[in-house]
Every structure is written in structure tokens, then in C-alpha cells.
T-cell receptor, first 114, second 113 residues
Framework: DAGITQSPRHKVTETGTPVTLRCHQT?????MYWYRQDPGHGLRLIHY???????DKGEVSDGYSVSRSKTEDFLLTLESATSSQTSVYFC?????????????FGPGTRLTVT | DAKTTQPTSMDCAEGRAANLPCNHS???????VYWYRQIHSQGPQYIIH???NNETNEMASLIITEDRKSSTLILPHATLRDTAVYYC??????????????FGAGTILRVKS
């Protein structure tokens, strides 16, 4: 299994509070991604990174920011959590930006915003 | 994006081969076919990919039709642990410096004893 960990694995927080989720990889892969998964919507890309300090938005980036100061860590921050951000968050990594696009996923973080 | 069509759900007897079909009639010539699966409460797991030729690895076989408009993922000897949602993906939306896998609804495979 690819060396990807996510922390925390579960979190309950209140509306309006900031939350940071961490993704850590030991594979030295260049590309890292944050997805969210909700019933009826499948997996949707929030943000991705193509290198240290190089990030870009995905399809559902509003309300989220990311940072990547080291190859191995990709942080997802909810500046002011809302109930609509209750979801399961998955981090993924990929070695290459060219086909084929094999991505390896972490175990997920279940976030509940009350 | 190229769309995929998969059955909503399938059942398979334990020990038998599970054949999961996927239609992707709008696939373009340079697009790969990918299969992932997601076991309940876990992250998606990469299974296999192919372009034109049939492929086999330790997990599964991928059969792609000659016109590339459909494919079949074969789990040769399904076990209860293969119960999962299986995603067929034929489009990774290219962005300037990366890529995005577009997951559809997938097929729920239930392996029964």
C-alpha cells in the first residue's frame, strides 16, 4: 500500500471554527490531491498540488484553502467551517502528471460540522 | 468528458469470476481506461488501467473491445472481501499541471457466500 496517512481520522467541530486536515505521504510523489465524498455526488476534487508551494483549485474549492510547504505534506484548511462541509475527505497522490494517471488514496477523514 | 455507463449493482457467488462491464462509447484515442474500487469506509483503491490491449495484474484482468467502446473488469475468483463499489473511469480531465480522475456512480458488487 502507498504510504499515505491522514490526520485526524475523525473530527467533530462547530460551525464557524477553523479546521485543518493533514495528508502525509512517504512516497515522494509530486502530485497531491484533496477530494471530498458525499452521498449522491461521488468524489469531487477540492484542490490539488503539483509541487512544493504549487497548488490550484479543483471543482469545489470555495471555502477551502491548501498549503504545501514540503513534498510530503499537503494541508487542507476550512477557514470557517459550515455544515455543508460535513463530508469524508480523501487525500490522493500521484507520481506523474502524464497518462496513465494512477492515483493512490489515503484512508480518509470523516468531518462533522455541527 | 467521456461518459461511462456501468450497472448500478451486481451479485457474484464467492469463488466465481466477477465480470464488471463498462460502456465508454465516446472515448478518444489517447484516453486510458482505469478501474478503481472502494470498499466501505475506505479510500478508493487503484486496480488496473489499459489503453488498447488487454491487461492483467495480481488483482484483476481488463478486457477492452477492439473498438474501445467498452471494457470488462474480471476478478477471477471473487471473495467476500471483493464486495465494494467499482468505478470505471475513462477521463482524467487535464489541467495545466495535473490531472483529475472523474468518478461516476460505479457498480456495487456484492459477493455472496
Amino acid at each position: 500500500d502507498a504510504g499515505i496517512t491522514q490526520s485526524p481520522r475523525h473530527k467533530v467541530t462547530e460551525t464557524g471554527t477553523p479546521v485543518t486536515l493533514r495528508c502525509h505521504q512517504t512516497e515522494n510523489h509530486r502530485y497531491m490531491y484533496w477530494y471530498r465524498q458525499d452521498p449522491g455526488h461521488g468524489l469531487r476534487l477540492i484542490h490539488y498540488s503539483y509541487g512544493v508551494k504549487d497548488t490550484d483549485k479543483g471543482e469545489v474549492s470555495d471555502g477551502y484553502s491548501v498549503s504545501r510547504s514540503k513534498t510530503e505534506d499537503f494541508l487542507l484548511t476550512l477557514e470557517s467551517a459550515t455544515s455543508s462541509q460535513t463530508s469524508v475527505y480523501f487525500c490522493a497522490i500521484s507520481e506523474s502528471g502524464r497518462p496513465p494517471y494512477e492515483q493512490y488514496f489515503g484512508p480518509g477523514t470523516r468531518l462533522t460540522v455541527t | 468528458d467521456a461518459k461511462t455507463t456501468q450497472p448500478t449493482s451486481m451479485d457474484c457467488a464467492e469463488g466465481r469470476a466477477a465480470n464488471l462491464p463498462c460502456n465508454h462509447s465516446t472515448i478518444s484515442g489517447n484516453e486510458y481506461v482505469y478501474w478503481y474500487r472502494q470498499i466501505h469506509s475506505q479510500g478508493p483503491q487503484y486496480i488496473i488501467h489499459g489503453l488498447k490491449n488487454n491487461e492483467t495484474n495480481e488483482m484483476a484482468s481488463l478486457i477492452i473491445t477492439e473498438d474501445r467502446k467498452s471494457s470488462t473488469l474480471i476478478l477471477p475468483h471473487a471473495t467476500l472481501r471483493d464486495t465494494a463499489v467499482y468505478y470505471c473511469i475513462v477521463r482524467a480531465r487535464l489541467m495545466e499541471y495535473g490531472n483529475k480522475l472523474v468518478f461516476g456512480a460505479g457498480t456495487i458488487l456484492r459477493v455472496k457466500s
